[in-house]
């Protein structure tokens, strides 16, 4: 499995607003059941415009996670 850094999403945070969505270009995440999720990791270019784009700051940090 391949390892990237990826969006660290602290899930109790999120109130899925979708900033973080419309943040990235390149369509990594989506909101799923209200929360911010991962759906294209393999997208990902890891730039972390999804951090500054969230107001909770739900999304702390970046993190190497196997997807």
């Known amino acids: 499995m391949p390892v990237k ?3 660290k999403i602290v899930k109790s945070q999120c109130i899925g607003c979708g ?3 419309l943040a ?18 393999e997208k ?3 730039e972390g415009r999804c951090i500054a784009a ?12 196997k997807y």
């Open 5 to 7: 850094k990826l969006p």
């Open 54 to 65: 969230c107001p909770m700051k739900a999304i702390p940090h970046l993190k190497d996670q």
């Open 44 to 46: 990902c270019d890891s």
């Open 19 to 21: 900033h973080c969505v």
């Open 24 to 41: 990235c270009p390149l369509g990594v995440l989506e909101v799923v059941k209200g929360k911010s999720t991962v759906v294209a990791p």
